[in-house]
Every structure is written in structure tokens, then in C-alpha cells.
């Protein structure tokens, strides 16, 4: 406000900004007097900044200011700064759902001061979205999260400072590619001369890179090279294969692959056939015929490679009789290929090629056709047998015809048996089982299986059960003994176990007049030989039995709940005791894990191992222990943990003194981590918080000052571990602010002197 007369008028102007905003901002702020920014800048050059305070009547005042203005003007005339980019971008081609950052960085060409930017969409349009899917820093970044379809186009980026502006204009364009333009052509050329292979890529962003295949093999000889197809704008590739002195090695099938590197897609032509024209050579066998075992119905191949020139004809013999059959396909270039197509037992039999031109004649080697077969129905499948403890015994079984002879196999609880591991099974002179001495441990269910691995079949007999007499109780059940004794007079029963006599107790019982043991429940001490002994005035008799007490598995030991990283190793174990074999199993997730999947190796089945996990193993793992006498499960859980990865954080950064900027640090991992911001190896914290302010995966300096200059760290952090970036922030303009307030604290000093 002005006060006229002996009112104080307070003056203050404000000029020589460090930011264009306070520039164009900058006006006689109590007196309502806007200030041009132009004339602003100009007085900041000339006068730097000058802070009057003056006590004079407001005619003076207004003289006196205008004098001022007048005097630092024609001092330094008010003209435009040169502005020059030293980051600008340039067209781009980029991967959707990616991050992407962007810099545009301009200066004033003489003083270096930075200059302001600003971002549009085409030349003028805002940036929709701007702040919640993209941001832009005052350090001229524009940086997208996650680049989204409608985030392509056009874009411009506008420096600004004082008068002048300069911008530059690019686009974003989506990674893609097309099929080919156009493929190589098929020839046919005399050996020792020059081949070349041409092929043109479809339109491609970026620029495909170009290789060459022949019958499924990258080509490492020859000359390749490639260029962009057509004008400077084209998006085709052009690539070229030059083969020199061209030879029978040279035949083939020839591809052109294109790839894009950024998507990592390959783009295969249509295949070109080259073919060689050889000289006048004489025959020989390159390759004879090999023999072969095919099933019954399908397709038998032979193939006989004869070379010389003049190219000769090949004709095919079984068991030296020339072969005429419909099936066959004789022909192929220099190869003899004999294809019998639904073979029969009747095509079983040796053949051969022989080859002429007319000059000559070669034969080759016999090969020998075998077809394979085999039927359905066993000649002889096993039995039940009950065996006592000891005894010798034999399982037969005979297999199915088959051609070539089946291979049998014997399984017991449906695991294969290997003779090695029972020393007391017999060497197999036939197909049969036998057993020399029979163990408890042999009860179970066996059953043998017949294959013949060129059918890629197997048939399987029936299961029978070989039984091993013992008095075997399950632990914790009850079992009763019988004492068969007759006499007359009647005899009287004493029961014992081993040499002492039977204590009857709280768990052992006996019956009406001892003709019964009953024991309840059984203990694993139980386990002896137990005697019942009969006598009368005549004399004494006794019957003896073995008791066994069987332990149905427990697991004692398990990994219930593991926490690996990503890329580790996991093992889980599974220990459990009891008596008889004890198979372990192992399922994921209420799936049966099997022995053939890549992933898992169980260790002597007590142990699952993941030699390299990756987040599709993390779920619910499940042990069970089983056997014949019954089964035991335990539950627990796999987590799979990522370290953290920082996939972003902004590049060292120059920024001007006095403005507020931000700068992001996207990181990823499992679980997902958390920021820590260091500045100068300190964490930032809360007591910070009139400096900085941190918001999830940003961190936003309120101030560029020299105080806040220096290196900042992102940590990112989880349970899997820790990564860390830096960058440094360079401030520019504070020392010409330093001076600015050296000469505000001067122009104070004459006010108060005119005063």
C-alpha cells in the first residue's frame, strides 16, 4: 500500500531471481506494484538482488525508484538468454507395463544457470494422468511406473529462462514386429560356384538383428551381413548369405531368422532349398543301411546314401530277392529310402540297396528288419503262497509272446525288486521268483510285468499276496494265545514267557482254566516266546509261539514350516520309526510329487530336496510314512522369499538452488520391501522432516540449499535380504545467492543513511 505525505512508505523490490517462477512472481509486494519478469531479469543481471528500504514522502519515493529502475536498465540492456540442451530425448521405443525415465536438462550457454522445464503431450497439451500414473521433477525427469498403451505418442519438453525458451519434440513408440517381407529363394547351382541368400524383415521396432539357419543349425560359414532396407525412415532390414565355392556339403534347407532384441521374438521365413550339381564322379556307398526294430503297424525306414555321378538309381532287396512292394518309397536324390508302412511279422528279414547309372553298379551291407510285437495275456501268472518263516518258495511267472522276448520285472509293494539288495533271492534262470530262505520282511503284495521297450508297452499280471507265518501284533492292540491240551484226567495249564512263568497284571489275563493267554493292550517288551505247558498225573505236554509286536511308523522328526530365498536350495525331512519297509511319500499341495519330476530329488526318501527354488515350489508340503502295518502324516508349509531388487533409482542429479525436487527408487521383491533413505551415510528420520519428506518409494527435499547437497542412498529391504543404490545431487546457485543477500544487507545500510 502507498502512504502519501509523512506515511512511511515501505518499498521492496524483489529482482535477479533464482527461479522463474519467483521471477515472474516478483512484485512490489505491499505496495500491489507488479513487476515485469523481463524487466526483473534484467534488473537481477545488473543490480543483483536489492532489498530498499526507504523513509520519504511517496512523490520521492516514486522518483526515486524509477531513477533506480531507469539507471540499472540502461546499464545492462534487457535481452534474451541463449539457451542450450545438454540431455534432451530422442524417439524412443519402449516395453509397456516397464518403468521409464526420461531426462531433459538445459542451460544458459554462458552462465550455465539451469533452466526450468516443463513437459507436454504433442507441442502445448497437458500430460493427462500427470502425478498418478507419470511424474515430472524439477530436475527434468518424466518418469512413468509402469508405461501403459495410452501413455505412447508425442511428447515435448520446454526449457525456460527469463525471456527465452527452447523445447524439443520426440515420441515413445511400442516395441513390436512383423512378419517377414521377404524370404529367400530356392537354387539350384554347380559345385565351386557363389550362392547368395537374401531376406527383408517386416517393419520391426527397434531394428531387427538377422541369422541364418540351415536344416535346424545356426550357419557359421560364409559371409552375412545386413543393412536397413530402403530410405532412412525404413523399419525393414535387409541381410544377405554369401556362400563362395558352393560344394554337396552346402545342400540343404536354408531359413533367415529376424529378432527383436527388446522382445526377445524371433521371425523365421520359409525355408530355401539349395542344390548342388556335382561332376562326373564314380559310385560308392556313403552309407549302408542299419538295422531296425519297429512295432507291428507302424512305419519301418532304412535309408542307403550312394554318391557318384551320374546320379544313380537305387533299388532295395529283401533276402536278396528284389523287392516289389507298394509300401515302399525308394527314392530320394542320392538316398535310398525304404519306408514299409504298416509293418507285418511277414516284413521281418534282411535287405539291402543297390545302386546304378548305367556304368556301374554298388550293393551295400544287409540290415536286418525286426518287427516288434507282443500280446496281452500271460502264459502263467503267480499265486498266493503262505510260506512258513524259513521255508524256500517261488513265484512264476510267463510272460506274453513277444517279439523281440519280453523283459520281466517283479514288484513288491508296487516298488521294483532288485536281486543285488535280497541276498537270499535266487539268480532268475527264467522269469520266476524264488525265494532260498523266506524273512519276515518278504510278506507282501508282489505281482511281475512284461515289457517290450520298441512298443513302448508294458503289461502287468495280477497282484497276489505271499504270506509269512508269525504271530505279529500291531502295538497297542490285543491279542489272545490258544493252549490246545487234552488229557485224562483233565490237565492243568501253566502259561510261560521264556523260562519265567506268566505274572497275570492289569494287562494280562487268563481264561477258564488257563486254556487262554490274553494280553491287552501289547507293549513292544511283550515280545518273546511264549510256552504253555499241560500236565497230568500221566505226564506233560507243551506248545510254544513266537509273538511279534509290530510298530505301525511314527514320524518323529519334520521340517514343518521353511523360509528359503529364491534361487536356494530347500530340504525337507521326514523321519519316522517303526516296524517292517517304510515308504516315504511326498505331496504338494494335495498332489502326489513323482520320482521322474525335475524339480525334486528325494534323497533316500526321507528327504525332499529342491535343488533351486523359484516361487512355484512355495505351498503345502505333506509327508506320509506308510507300510504294511499302517501310516503316519505330517503337514508343513514352504515359503519362498525374493531379495529385494532396486529396479529404478534417478541418475546423479543437478538441481537449482532453492527449488523443492524429488527423487524415486522403485525396488521389488517378496515380501515386498521397504525404502530407507540414507543422506551422507544417516538415515533420514522424522526429525528430518522439515528438510525431507518420505512417501513410499519417493523422497522429496523441500529445498535445494548446500545443506541438503551430497549422496543419497535407497535401501531396500526384506526378510530375503537388502539392496542399495546411490545417487549424488549437485546444487547449483547457491554461491550467487550468498552474494545476493552480501549486497540486500548493503542496500539496507544506504536506506538507513538516507533515512
Not at 550339381?277 to 542307403?304: Q, W
Not at 499280471?461 to 497297542?476: A, E, F
Not at 515350489?617 to 531388487?645: F, I, K, M, N, Q
Not at 543422506?679 to 523441500?702: A, K
Request: charged share 20%; proline share 4%; hydrophobic share 35%.
Amino acid at each position: 500500500m502507498w502512504a502519501w505525505g509523512s506515511v512511511t512508505c515501505h518499498i521492496t523490490l524483489l529482482s535477479c531471481c533464482t527461479d522463474l517462477e519467483d521471477c515472474a512472481s516478483s512484485q512490489f509486494r505491499r505496495g500491489g506494484f507488479p513487476l515485469n519478469p523481463s524487466l526483473a531479469y534484467s534488473m537481477g543481471r545488473c543490480c543483483s538482488s536489492a532489498q530498499v528500504m526507504v523513509k520519504a514522502s511517496c512523490a520521492v519515493l516514486h522518483l526515486l525508484l524509477w531513477s533506480m529502475i531507469h539507471d540499472c536498465c540502461t546499464r545492462n540492456s534487457i535481452h534474451a538468454a541463449e539457451l542450450v540442451f545438454t540431455s534432451s530425448p530422442s524417439d524412443m521405443v519402449a516395453l509397456t507395463k516397464r518403468p521409464l525415465n526420461i531426462s531433459c536438462v538445459a542451460v544458459e550457454k554462458d552462465h550455465r544457470s539451469s533452466a526450468f522445464i516443463t513437459w507436454f503431450l504433442n507441442l502445448e497439451d497437458p500430460i493427462p494422468g500427470l502425478n498418478v500414473w507419470v511424474y515430472q521433477s524439477h530436475a527434468g525427469f518424466l518418469f512413468f511406473p509402469s508405461l501403459r498403451e495410452e501413455d505412447l505418442g508425442k511428447y515435448t519438453c520446454k526449457a525456460t529462462l527469463g525471456l527465452s525458451s527452447i523445447k524439443t519434440t520426440f515420441n515413445i513408440y511400442k516395441a513390436y514386429t512383423e512378419p517377414m517381407f521377404y524370404g529367400p529363394i530356392s537354387q539350384s547351382v554347380n559345385a565351386g560356384e557363389s550362392v547368395f541368400f537374401h531376406c527383408v524383415s517386416g517393419d520391426s521396432r527397434p531394428l531387427v538383428d538377422i541369422r541364418w539357419i540351415k536344416d535346424r543349425r545356426i550357419v557359421s560359414e560364409g559371409c552375412q551381413f545386413q543393412g536397413q532396407y530402403g530410405d532412412k525412415n525404413s523399419l525393414k532390414v535387409s541381410g544377405t548369405l554369401h556362400i563362395a565355392n558352393v560344394s554337396k556339403e552346402d545342400e540343404g534347407k536354408y531359413v533367415c531368422v529376424t529378432h527383436n532384441s527388446l522382445l526377445d521374438v524371433s521371425v523365421y521365413s520359409t525355408a530355401a532349398t539349395l542344390k548342388i550339381k556335382a561332376l562326373m564322379s564314380k559310385l560308392f556307398i556313403a552309407k549302408d543301411p542299419e538295422n531296425v526294430t519297429v512295432a507291428v503297424g507302424r512305419t519301418a525306414s532304412m535309408h542307403c546314401t550312394i554318391q557318384g555321378f551320374p546320379q544313380p538309381d537305387i533299388t532295395w532287396y529283401k533276402n536278396n530277392k528284389l523287392l516289389n512292394d507298394t509300401r515302399a518309397v525308394k527314392h530320394d536324390g542320392n538316398r535310398g529310402i525304404l519306408m514299409l508302412r504298416n509293418v507285418s511279422l511277414e516284413d521281418e528279414g534282411f535287405y539291402h540297396c543297390e545302386g546304378s547309372n548305367g556304368n556301374e553298379i554298388v550293393i551295400s551291407q544287409a540290415a536286418y528288419l525286426l518287427p516288434a510285437a507282443m500280446g496281452w495275456e500271460f502264459i502263467r501268472e503267480p499265486c498266493n503262497v503262505t510260506v512258513r518263516r524259513g521255508d524256500a518258495t517261488t513265484l512264476h511267472c510267463s510272460p506274453p509272446f513277444s517279439n523281440p522276448p519280453a523283459r520281466v520285472s517283479w514288484f513288491k509293494n508296487n516298488h521294483l525288486l532288485i536281486s543285488q539288495a535280497n541276498s537270499h533271492l535266487l539268480p532268475k534262470e527264467n522269469d520266476d521268483l524264488t525265494f532260498s530262505s523266506v524273512q519276515e520282511s518278504d510278506d507282501g503284495d508282489y505281482f511281475c510285468r512284461a515289457s517290450n521297450p520298441y512298443l513302448c508297452r508294458t503289461v502287468t499280471s495280477r497282484h497276489i499276496n505271499l504270506n509269512v507265518l508269525v504271530n505279529k501284533v500291531l502295538l497297542g492292540s490285543g491279542v489272545t494265545l490258544y493252549c490246545q491240551a487234552e488229557g485224562n484226567p483233565a490237565p492243568s495249564v501253566v502259561w510261560y514267557k521264556g523260562d519265567l512263568p506268566i505274572i497275570v497284571g492289569r494287562r494280562i489275563f487268563l481264561g477258564f482254566q488257563n486254556r487262554t493267554l490274553r494280553i491287552s493292550p501289547v507293549v513292544k517288551s511283550d515280545e518273546d516266546l511264549y510256552v504253555c505247558e499241560a500236565t497230568n498225573l500221566v505226564g506233560c505236554s507243551n506248545q510254544s509261539t513266537v509273538l511279534s509286536v509290530a510298530v505301525t511308523p511314527i514320524i518323529v522328526s519334520f521340517t514343518k514350516d521353511l523360509t528359503v530365498a529364491n534361487g536356494s536350495s530347500a530340504a525337507l525331512t521326514c523321519s519316522a520309526i517303526g516296524d517292517g519297509v517304510i515308504v516315504y511319500s511326498w505331496y504338494k499341495n494335495g498332489h502326489l510329487i513323482k520320482n521322474s519330476e525335475p524339480n525334486y530329488w528325494n534323497k533316500g526318501q526321507e528327504m525332499l530336496l529342491i535343488p533351486r527354488v523359484n516361487l512355484t515350489d512355495e505351498g503345502t508340503y505333506r509327508c506320509v510314512a506308510s507300510s504294511t502295518l499302517g501310516r503316519d502324516e505330517r503337514t508343513g508349509r514352504l515359503r519362498v522369499h525374493v531379495p529385494p531388487s532396486i529396479r529404478f533409482l534417478n541418475t546423479s542429479m543437478q538441481v537449482r538452488h532453492g527449488v523443492e525436487f524429488t527423487l524415486f527408487c522403485v525396488a521389488s521383491g517378496i515380501p515386498k520391501p521397504s525404502i530407507i533413505w540414507s543422506f551422507r551415510n544417516r538415515p533420514i528420520t522424522l526429525s528430518d522432516r522439515q528438510r525431507f519428506l518420505t512417501e513410499d518409494r519417493m523422497l522429496t527435499i523441500r529445498k535445494a540449499m548446500q545443506s541438503v547437497e551430497g549422496i543419497y542412498e535407497c535401501e531396500a529391504v526384506n526378510e530375503a535380504g537388502s539392496a542399495k543404490r546411490s545417487v549424488t545431487v549437485h546444487i547449483n546457485g547457491y554461491f550467487s545467492d550468498i552474494a545476493s543477500e552480501r549486497l540486500s544487507f548493503a542496500a539496507d545500510q544506504r536506506s538507513v543513511s538516507m533515512g
